[in-house]
């Protein structure tokens, strides 16, 4: 999920909102307009909107600083992140890969909890510190800084919950790989937990909003599918990747990579090779070396009646800048680069040489092959 709209940067992290959050913004306004006017009813209508504003954006606050503490252990980890976005059921943030040891993802999960319980205690203690108006109620700053206290602490217990993707399942996992020594199988078990913890919130909600008519079951509802969602995702890739376990991007990739000869027009590359063999990728050699790939797709970058005139060499991408593998990289490692750059294959490259072709079909046969053979 990507911001849609970028509200600027932290911590060199791109900080934006999805625009499912807008319409929780308004919900979340209204609730606390709702609960501020029949809690202290003393109030001015116009301190009552105030303080139902100043809570949401306060709250929203929140919800990015459990994010960026998230983000920041990644980082001392050594882990690229790229964006945090705000969406209807929460926050994210985009972590360029996963966490390479369990210590990190450990952290990494606690953070955000242990961020919001800060928050929590600390908004806990500087309200009652404020204290009470002379009518009785509190100020509007303390009753304010109050209720963000409860919900800091109330979004730091939800996420302690231990089902993956949640952050008390990324503490399990984190504990079960320490102690098994066995990623897949702690993604495994985490997952399974966050299938049964997302199970457990739908039918919640569903009872609670057939039941009692309330909003906020079909919310809960909506977090128990996406929460499911995410954890199958979760449990099927941990299958792929074990089933992927051992093996090394050579004993997959294709060798049979044709060629096109760089100065070779487009037009030509178009009628002989596109056209004729169907296939997507092709190395592009000059002086009996490859210097880059060209796809298919990349022709349509060129207006068609210019086709005779560019050669092959001047559309191709530089070898150097293509996202490539070693022969040597694992299978596994390869695959999560694709997922992550949306890629369905990669060149083979070893020591500025071109070794062959790595395609998703390559992996998907293979896990077909390894999976008759096990039955
Ligand atoms: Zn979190």
Not at 67 to 91: C, D, N, P, S, W
Not at 172 to 183: C, H, K, P, V
Not at 229 to 249: I, K, N, P
């Amino acid at each position: 999920m990507l911001p849609s709209l970028r509200l600027g940067r932290l911590a060199g992290i791109e900080v934006g909102i999805h625009y499912t959050w807008l319409l929780i913004a308004v919900l979340l306004t209204g609730s606390f307009f709702g609960y501020f006017s029949n809690t202290y009813t003393h109030w001015p209508l116009r301190t009552t909107w105030s303080a139902a504003i100043v809570i949401s954006v306060l709250f929203f606050a929140s919800i990015i600083l459990h994010e960026m503490a998230h983000a920041l252990v990644a980082k001392a980890y050594g882990m690229q992140v790229r964006t945090i976005t705000l969406f209807a059921l929460g926050g994210v943030a985009h972590i360029e890969k996963q966490a390479a040891t369990a210590p990190a993802e450990f952290w990494m999960g606690l953070a955000g909890p242990v961020m919001s319980a800060a928050v929590g205690f600390l908004c806990g203690w500087l309200g009652s510190w404020l204290g009470a108006s002379a009518q009785g109620g509190f100020t509007p700053v303390a009753a304010v800084l109050l209720s963000l206290s409860s919900l800091n602490l109330m979004l730091a217990m939800f996420n302690l919950i231990p089902g993956f993707p949640l952050d008390g399942g990324r503490i399990l996992r984190a504990i079960i790989w320490a102690l098994s020594g066995d990623e897949n199988r702690a993604t495994r078990i985490a997952s399974r937990a966050g299938q049964g913890v997302a199970l457990g919130f739908f039918g919640l909600g569903l009872w609670e909003f057939l039941g009692a008519e309330s909003l906020s079951g079909l919310w809960l509802g909506l977090l128990g599918w996406f929460l499911l969602d995410a954890a199958t995702a979760s449990y099927v890739q941990a299958e792929v990747l074990t089933g992927l376990r051992g093996m090394r991007v050579s004993e997959l990739m294709s060798n049979d990579c044709m060629t096109v000869p760089g100065d070779m027009p487009l037009q030509r590359f178009a009628d002989e090779y596109v056209l004729k063999t169907g296939r997507r990728c092709y190395a592009v050699e000059d002086r009996d070396t490859i210097i880059g790939l060209i796809t298919a797709a990349d022709l349509t970058k060129v207006d068609s009646s210019r086709w005779t005139q560019i050669p092959v060499m001047q559309v191709a991408h530089p070898l150097a800048e293509v996202r490539s593998v070693s022969p040597d990289t694992p299978v596994a490692e390869a695959l999560q680069t694709m997922g992550r750059e949306d890629l369905n294959q990669l060149p083979v490259v070893e020591a500025g040489r071109m070794e062959g072709m790595l395609s998703r079909g390559h992996i998907l046969r293979a896990l077909q092959t390894r999976s008759e053979l096990s039955m």
